[in-house]
């Protein structure tokens, strides 16, 4: 039986599913250079990446290690970026929150909106005690974001990923359900 995805509704946003017919609005903001920047991954080229990570959303929800939403405008229902949790270990109550925007909508606090819905459907939904975030060192718009939002800075990962061709240093933040 397939598990129902959980729609979450706020004052300007749906957080959704995305389907396959949101190919195009992915690959819109996911092959635009600044917004890759920081994404671990080349820019995408076509409709196939797009499915491909469509696809990855879908298996990462079937098999219970994570959930990615959607971001809607409610006036319009078209995808304009992304935010759920990956890499969820249930028997450690912890998860990954990751999350992506086109650029068209940055600076209009539509991802803190969209993040103020998921965290605490990760906490208490979830059940999930720490929701941590990898995040670059000069990717200075989500590491604000995610102090506004009451993560704390833990460290420093040296050269912990190798994305496009390059190790990344990545800064780990984290929340704690206690801290909610």
Same mark, same amino acid.
């Given at each position: 039986?397939?598990?129902? /995805? ?16 949101? &190919? ?15 994404? #671990?991954? %080349?820019p995408f ?17 079937? /098999? #219970?290690?994570?959930?990615?939403? #959607?971001?809607?405008? $409610?006036? +319009?229902? $078209?995808?304009?970026? %992304? ?15 990751? /999350? ?8 209009k606090g ?19 005690? &720490? +929701? ?11 590491? #604000? ?16 990923? /190798? ?14 359900k206690k801290?909610?």
């Amino acid at each position: 039986m397939k598990k129902r /995805f959980p729609v979450l509704e706020t004052e300007r946003l749906i957080l959704r599913e995305i389907i396959e017919t949101d &190919r195009l609005d992915i690959l819109e903001y996911l092959s635009d250079e600044e917004v890759m920047k920081f994404y #671990g991954m %080349s820019p995408f080229r076509d409709e196939e990446e797009a499915l491909e990570e469509i696809n990855w959303y879908r298996k990462i929800f079937d /098999f #219970g290690v994570g959930i990615r939403w #959607g971001i809607t405008l $409610k006036e +319009i229902n $078209k995808v304009i970026g %992304s935010c759920g949790f990956h890499n969820w270990d249930k028997r450690h109550h912890r998860a990954e929150i990751g /999350f992506e925007l086109s650029k068209h909508y940055w600076n209009k606090g539509i991802m803190g909106e969209a993040l103020r819905a998921i965290i605490p459907f990760g906490f208490v939904e979830l059940n999930i005690n &720490r +929701i941590q975030a990898l995040v670059e060192p000069e990717n200075f718009a989500s590491l #604000g974001l995610l102090k506004k939002l009451k993560f704390n800075e833990e460290g420093l990962l040296a050269q912990y990923e /190798f994305t496009c061709d390059k190790y990344d240093d990545l800064l780990m933040l984290a929340r704690l359900k206690k801290d909610f």
